[in-house]
């Protein structure tokens, strides 16, 4: 499949489940990220991980807020 081909015809996910990339697939999108076109000169990037249990705390604040 051709960039092109693959960035029209992609699709988001509402929700998001398992399988969680790993550490190493983790690396390799957070290489990616910080090769894309930045015209709103963002740059530095940080990249925020939150992981098992600290998932649960995150929805119950996000649904109190």
């Known amino acids: 499949m051709d960039a092109l081909t693959l960035l029209t015809t992609r699709r988001s996910d509402k ?3 398992n399988p969680v990339p790993n550490k190493q697939q983790l690396e390799i999108i ?3 990220a910080t090769h894309v076109p930045d015209h709103g000169k963002l740059q530095p990037y ?3 991980v ?3 249990q600290k ?3 995150l929805a119950d ?3 109190a807020a």
């Open 55 to 57: 998932l649960a705390k």
């Open 50 to 52: 939150i992981e098992k």
């Open 30 to 32: 957070f290489q990616a």
């Open 46 to 48: 940080r990249f925020i």
């Open 15 to 17: 929700k998001l489940s």
């Open 61 to 63: 604040l996000l649904k």
